[in-house]
Nanobody, 125 residues
């Protein structure tokens, strides 16, 4: 089992940057593939990015490609989401999620077994 805690959210103007962190408990973090999702008020939870357990594969939704980067540091039990060139439409609560080993369909939230509590990101124009 793993517990996830996100941090790094906040308010920023359009064009700015934020780095989200997701710290995981447990000694087997390196066995988990990780995903980032976001949910705006009144909308579904949408896929943002994912990284395989080895770090060798990354996935992004089209709207963030070239602006966001997902990475992980297994020695620190942490996955990151570097967000650059932020836009008002990036405003949402951001969640990290985990599943042991391989995620067959990374953008599908039902693939993940564990979720963090979320961190708010607000981008003003």
């Amino acid at each position: 089992q793993v517990q996830l805690v996100e941090s790094g959210g906040g308010s920023v103007q359009a064009g700015g940057s934020l780095r989200l962190s997701c710290a995981a408990s447990g000694r087997t973090f390196s066995h988990y593939s990780m995903g980032w999702f976001r949910q705006a008020p009144g909308k579904d939870r949408d896929f943002v990015a994912a990284i395989s357990w080895s770090g060798g594969r990354t996935y992004y939704t089209d709207s963030v490609k070239g602006r966001f980067t997902v990475s992980r540091d297994n020695a620190k039990n942490t996955v990151y989401l570097q967000m650059n060139s932020l836009k008002p439409e990036d405003t949402a609560v951001y969640y990290c999620a985990a599943r042991m080993w391989v995620v067959a369909d990374p953008p599908n939230p039902s693939e993940y077994n564990y979720w963090g509590q979320g961190t708010q990101v607000t981008v003003s124009s």
